[in-house]
């Protein structure tokens, strides 16, 4: 048959071609972008601190996995000086991270991400700071973002993200921008007219969940040059006409740092599903009433403030320093000095210092008292005692 | 005499490196037909038409090939997947990411299905083409019935391919059942209940990604499995593939000289040839070879060069995966998968406002075109009045108007899927392909 011999040369160029594509394949698994800067890292650290620091290094995708936040955080496979000590002088990706903040915020529970964004699944420098991608709506923000707006503190962006936890404190350390802009909210009465976590106005959108909007919900017919959320709220923030012709939000002028600040804020109002110990400044509970608090309050400026310092009026009242206690389970704490006496033969003075039974335990545990408190506990005890029989003494005649 | 010698050594050794076994001679060849599990769908010998790579352009051969392909891949892809809404994303990321060959296993699977859905298509127009749903010469040929089963294979193809979108929980995926279920969902009476049934629910949720994980994973590839069993011994059992039919009936126009026969019998004194001439003689050597090695080796061209292609394909283009799925953003434009898409254009096309009356363009275009098409291909083998001559023959002149009426349904469906897919923007609006798309809005 005349194509036998060109069927036979067919299979042999197409399985070189297929072998060539394994090749290929094998070689894209073997070199991976990551194995390089491993290698450049181990390197760094042999000349720096020696070779038995550099058999530390991790070699392999590293990850940091909080299934708390939803993070799947690969940054750490490059970044592997995050956590090291005497690399804050090294180039990226190796440089240790700046201490302080890092001591509040380790990596193994908030990861990168959370607050540097970037898609952590990735594990190339392109895919992971998703600067320049499609498909991913969290980049990293650092210098090439900073830049890109003009915001002059390279790190400001990154102040939006901070917010996504600390958005229900008042004030926090160390966001310059968040911490304008939450003033500004207050100074320009916003919530006249929007309601954010709940109070304000309904004249404008509730602002509690704006942070949410995806970027195709905005109309950006009016805005020149890139087309994003952030530069969206820019514009508007500086004049609201000149983005949305019907509204009427008064122009505030603000400078453009104003602008940066309100547009990270309102960016960073949105729901996540972070679990309540991330969140400071939120409280979940059973608060106290009004009226509870009023007693309390009253409880801790008098005589018998010590008792609900240290917790005794837990179980005891001390009924003539107006102490009450909720649970009632001990002996009215006014009455010790005869009481003690008569219960476990001992003075009050004895039994604070060598005490039995429960309060053995007690003292033991949970109301650890330093001799100077014993001392204070006593004189209060006789104290307590002393105007237990001063008010008889008073109601006595009236009684009569 | 020693140099041809020494070069039929050469040969021989060449032959020993390169296979490891090839017959000896005919008897071998089909006997090892015969004797191999795999190897017994092919007869011992096969005509040369039937191999020429210009007939049938090995389509249903490559088919079969995508289909194996996706079948390994998607496998191995079973035990890396979690078909659950919270975690199906991350899955598919940590596929792409970090599994070991997991961009190219995705990729691979991906290529093949797209490259699947076009092949059986094609496929099915050269079927058409050389009228090779018709019965032709020889006895108990059911050809029309394999036309039927083709159709239903195509169409499993495309719910094969539509379950998988679904998988990746991404922007597209969601937004790509939507527009699909909606169109079925315009269906009268029970659309609505077809997608609710699909979809386990009124929402795109946990629900629908399970059913369709299942759909693709287990219900779907099994029918597709049986039916291309079926489709193979169909193809058998009526005598190999249709040209087959056109050899037998052109030979007996062949002049031969006269067989040497024991035959007495009247007719054998009659003028000119006998009728034993007359008999058509396909298993001749001039139009036959053993299907081992010819056969199979060919098949082993079709075979790799499929594979190597879709490698190359999913080295050179980038296999998507958008944000996570999100119910609250619809993207602009949301687009059906694009085999879909000359559906989602004719939804366009045929939704038409008069005054307060609106013409409902998902019934028209979504199920009315498709459905009267797959109905008449089904009935046309039974419909088509050629003559025998015209089997297995491309383009015969006198299906002239038939031809030609099909390829401008084919050409429509094509213009109208390249029109959806590379000329529709935001708003479903006309983009010619020099004209740029707004960008898409970014965060920051």
Same mark, same amino acid.
């Given at each position: 048959?005349?194509?036998?011999?060109?069927?036979?040369?067919?299979?042999?160029?197409?399985?070189?071609?297929?072998?060539?594509?394994?090749?290929?394949?094998?070689?894209?698994?073997?070199?991976?972008?990551?194995?390089?800067?491993?290698?450049?890292?181990?390197?760094?650290?042999?000349?720096?601190?020696?070779?038995?620091?550099?058999?530390?290094?991790?070699?392999?995708?590293?990850?940091?996995?909080?299934?708390?936040?939803?993070?799947?955080?690969?940054?750490?496979?490059?970044?592997?000086?995050?956590?090291?000590?005497?690399?804050?002088?090294?180039?990226?990706?190796?440089?240790?991270?700046?201490?302080?903040?890092?001591?509040?915020?380790?990596?193994?529970?908030?990861?990168?991400?959370?607050?540097?964004?970037?898609?952590?699944?990735?594990?190339?420098?392109?895919?992971?700071?998703?600067?320049?991608?499609?498909?991913?709506?969290?980049?990293?923000?650092?210098?090439?973002?900073?830049?890109?707006?003009?915001?002059?503190?390279?790190?400001?962006?990154?102040?939006?993200?901070?917010?996504?936890?600390?958005?229900?404190?008042?004030?926090?350390?160390?966001?310059?921008?968040?911490?304008?802009?939450?003033?500004?909210?207050?100074?320009?009465?916003?919530?006249?007219?929007?309601?954010?976590?709940?109070?304000?106005?309904?004249?404008?959108?509730?602002?509690?969940?704006?942070?949410?909007?995806?970027?195709?919900?905005?109309?950006?017919?009016?805005?020149?040059?890139?087309?994003?959320?952030?530069?969206?709220?820019?514009?508007?923030?500086?004049?609201?006409?000149?983005?949305?012709?019907?509204?009427?939000?008064?122009?505030?002028?603000?400078?453009?740092?104003?602008?940066?600040?309100?547009?990270?804020?309102?960016?960073?109002?949105?729901?996540?599903?972070?679990?309540?110990?991330?969140?400071?400044?939120?409280?979940?509970?059973?608060?106290?009433?009004?009226?509870?608090?009023?007693?309390?309050?009253?409880?801790?400026?008098?005589?018998?403030?010590?008792?609900?310092?240290?917790?005794?009026?837990?179980?005891?009242?001390?009924?003539?320093?107006?102490?009450?206690?909720?649970?009632?389970?001990?002996?009215?704490?006014?009455?010790?000095?005869?009481?003690?006496?008569?219960?476990?033969?001992?003075?009050?003075?004895?039994?604070?210092?060598?005490?039995?039974?429960?309060?053995?335990?007690?003292?033991?545990?949970?109301?650890?008292?330093?001799?100077?408190?014993?001392?204070?506990?006593?004189?209060?005890?006789?104290?307590?005692?002393?105007?237990?029989?001063?008010?008889?003494?008073?109601?006595?005649?009236?009684?009569? | 005499?020693?140099?041809?010698?020494?070069?039929?050594?050469?040969?021989?050794?060449?032959?020993?490196?390169?296979?490891?076994?090839?017959?000896?001679?005919?008897?071998?060849?089909?006997?090892?037909?015969?004797?191999?599990?795999?190897?017994?769908?092919?007869?011992?010998?096969?005509?040369?038409?039937?191999?020429?790579?210009?007939?049938?352009?090995?389509?249903?051969?490559?088919?079969?090939?995508?289909?194996?392909?996706?079948?390994?891949?998607?496998?191995?892809?079973?035990?890396?997947?979690?078909?659950?809404?919270?975690?199906?994303?991350?899955?598919?990321?940590?596929?792409?990411?970090?599994?070991?060959?997991?961009?190219?296993?995705?990729?691979?699977?991906?290529?093949?299905?797209?490259?699947?859905?076009?092949?059986?298509?094609?496929?099915?127009?050269?079927?058409?083409?050389?009228? %090779?749903?018709?019965? @032709?010469?020889?006895?108990?040929? #059911?050809? $029309? &019935?394999?036309?039927?089963?083709?159709?239903? !294979? +195509? /169409?499993?193809?495309?719910?094969?391919?539509?379950?998988?979108?679904?998988?990746?929980?991404?922007?597209?995926?969601?937004? %790509?059942?939507?527009? @699909?279920?909606?169109?079925?969902? #315009?269906? $009268? &009476?029970?659309?609505?209940?077809?997608?609710? !049934? +699909? /979809?386990?629910?009124?929402?795109?949720?946990?629900?629908?990604?399970?059913?369709?994980?299942?759909?693709?994973?287990?219900?779907?590839?099994?029918?597709?499995?049986?039916?291309?069993?079926?489709?193979?011994?169909?193809?058998?059992?009526?005598?190999? !593939?249709?040209?087959?039919?056109?050899?037998?009936?052109?030979?007996?126009?062949?002049?031969?000289?006269?067989?040497?026969?024991?035959?007495?019998?009247?007719?054998?004194?009659?003028?000119?040839?006998?009728?034993?001439?007359?008999?058509?003689?396909?298993?001749?050597?001039?139009?036959?070879?053993?299907?081992?090695?010819?056969?199979?080796?060919?098949?082993?061209?079709?075979?790799?060069?499929?594979?190597?292609?879709?490698?190359?394909?999913?080295?050179?283009?980038?296999?998507?995966?958008?944000?996570?799925?999100?119910?609250?953003?619809?993207?602009?434009?949301?687009?059906?998968?694009?085999?879909?898409?000359?559906?989602?254009?004719?939804?366009?096309?045929?939704?038409?406002?008069?005054?307060?009356?609106?013409?409902?363009?998902?019934?028209?275009?979504?199920?009315?075109?498709?459905?009267?098409?797959?109905?008449?291909?089904?009935?046309?083998?039974?419909?088509?009045?050629?003559?025998?001559?015209?089997?297995?023959?491309?383009?015969?002149?006198?299906?002239?108007?038939?031809?030609?009426?099909?390829?401008?349904?084919?050409?429509?469906?094509?213009?109208?899927?390249?029109?959806?897919?590379?000329?529709?923007?935001?708003?479903?609006?006309?983009?010619?392909?020099?004209?740029?798309?707004?960008?898409?809005?970014?965060?920051?």
């Amino acid at each position: 048959m005349k194509g036998k011999n060109l069927d036979t040369a067919w299979v042999s160029a197409l399985s070189i071609a297929t072998l060539l594509v394994a090749g290929y394949l094998y070689f894209h698994y073997f070199t991976p972008e990551w194995k390089g800067h491993q290698a450049e890292f181990r390197n760094m650290v042999e000349q720096r601190f020696g070779p038995a620091r550099a058999a530390q290094v991790p070699s392999g995708i590293q990850q940091v996995w909080i299934p708390q936040l939803n993070r799947t955080d690969r940054c750490v496979t490059c970044h592997l000086g995050v956590e090291w000590k005497g690399l804050e002088r090294a180039p990226e990706p190796y440089r240790s991270h700046p201490k302080g903040i890092l001591e509040k915020h380790p990596v193994a529970r908030y990861g990168c991400t959370t607050c540097h964004g970037g898609q952590g699944y990735a594990v190339t420098a392109e895919a992971a700071h998703a600067t320049e991608i499609q498909h991913w709506e969290s980049p990293v923000l650092g210098k090439q973002m900073a830049r890109m707006y003009s915001v002059s503190n390279r790190l400001a962006l990154l102040e939006t993200h901070c917010n996504a936890c600390h958005r229900y404190e008042r004030e926090t350390k160390g966001l310059e921008y968040i911490n304008h802009a939450r003033q500004l909210v207050r100074d320009k009465g916003c919530r006249a007219c929007h309601a954010i976590n709940g109070r304000g106005g309904v004249i404008g959108p509730n602002l509690t969940r704006i942070g949410e909007q995806s970027a195709e919900q905005y109309e950006y017919s009016r805005l020149s040059g890139r087309q994003s959320v952030f530069a969206w709220h820019l514009a508007h923030f500086k004049n609201p006409k000149q983005m949305a012709a019907e509204s009427v939000m008064p122009n505030f002028n603000f400078g453009s740092k104003d602008s940066q600040a309100l547009t990270l804020l309102v960016m960073s109002w949105k729901p996540n599903d972070y679990p309540p110990e991330y969140l400071p400044g939120l409280k979940f509970g059973d608060f106290p009433t009004q009226e509870e608090i009023e007693k309390e309050q009253r409880m801790l400026s008098g005589e018998g403030a010590f008792f609900v310092k240290k917790g005794c009026f837990i179980c005891h009242e001390v009924s003539s320093l107006g102490i009450e206690s909720a649970a009632k389970i001990g002996p009215d704490l006014a009455l010790a000095v005869t009481d003690v006496q008569s219960r476990f033969g001992v003075t009050v003075d004895d039994f604070i210092k060598r005490p039995t039974g429960t309060m053995a335990v007690v003292l033991a545990t949970q109301i650890q008292l330093t001799d100077a408190e014993k001392a204070e506990v006593i004189q209060k005890l006789q104290l307590a005692y002393q105007r237990k029989r001063e008010q008889a003494a008073t109601a006595a005649p009236s009684a009569k | 005499m020693d140099t041809t010698k020494t070069r039929s050594t050469g040969k021989e050794v060449w032959r020993r490196l390169t296979w490891t076994w090839s017959p000896a001679g005919s008897r071998e060849a089909g006997d090892s037909v015969v004797r191999n599990f795999i190897l017994h769908w092919f007869p011992a010998k096969v005509s040369l038409p039937s191999l020429s790579y210009g007939y049938s352009f090995w389509l249903g051969t490559v088919s079969a090939v995508l289909f194996l392909i996706l079948s390994l891949t998607g496998m191995i892809l079973m035990f890396l997947y979690v078909p659950s809404v919270e975690r199906a994303y991350q899955s598919v990321k940590d596929i792409e990411f970090v599994v070991s060959f997991g961009w190219f296993l995705r990729g691979l699977h991906r290529i093949a299905a797209h490259l699947m859905v076009a092949v059986v298509f094609l496929h099915m127009v050269r079927v058409f083409l050389t009228a %090779a749903y018709r019965n @032709g010469a020889g006895a108990n040929q #059911a050809r $029309p &019935l394999n036309w039927i089963i083709g159709v239903t !294979l +195509l /169409l499993a193809t495309f719910l094969l391919s539509f379950t998988g979108y679904l998988l990746p929980w991404d922007q597209l995926a969601f937004w %790509a059942i939507t527009v @699909g279920t909606n169109i079925a969902s #315009a269906a $009268p &009476l029970v659309g609505e209940k077809i997608r609710f !049934l +699909l /979809l386990g629910g009124n929402t795109i949720d946990q629900n629908a990604l399970l059913r369709f994980y299942v759909l693709h994973c287990f219900f779907l590839p099994v029918l597709v499995l049986f039916l291309f069993c079926w489709h193979m011994w169909r193809v058998r059992k009526d005598g190999g !593939l249709a040209c087959v039919d056109h050899l037998a009936l052109s030979q007996k126009k062949e002049p031969a000289a006269p067989v040497k026969a024991k035959t007495y019998s009247l007719l054998g004194l009659a003028r000119g040839r006998t009728v034993h001439v007359e008999t058509a003689l396909v298993d001749e050597d001039r139009y036959t070879v053993d299907s081992s090695p010819n056969l199979t080796r060919r098949l082993l061209v079709a075979t790799l060069a499929t594979m190597l292609v879709c490698s190359l394909l999913t080295i050179a283009v980038p296999t998507p995966l958008e944000e996570a799925a999100n119910p609250k953003v619809t993207p602009n434009p949301a687009k059906a998968p694009w085999y879909f898409l000359w559906l989602q254009e004719l939804v366009t096309i045929t939704t038409v406002q008069l005054g307060d009356f609106t013409i409902n363009g998902a019934l028209i275009g979504g199920i009315l075109v498709p459905g009267i098409l797959v109905a008449l291909a089904c009935a046309w083998p039974f419909l088509d009045r050629s003559s025998p001559a015209a089997v297995g023959v491309w383009l015969a002149r006198e299906r002239r108007r038939q031809n030609l009426v099909f390829l401008i349904i084919v050409a429509a469906v094509v213009i109208l899927t390249i029109v959806g897919t590379f000329m529709r923007g935001p708003y479903w609006k006309f983009f010619w392909p020099w004209q740029a798309w707004p960008d898409v809005p970014v965060h920051f």
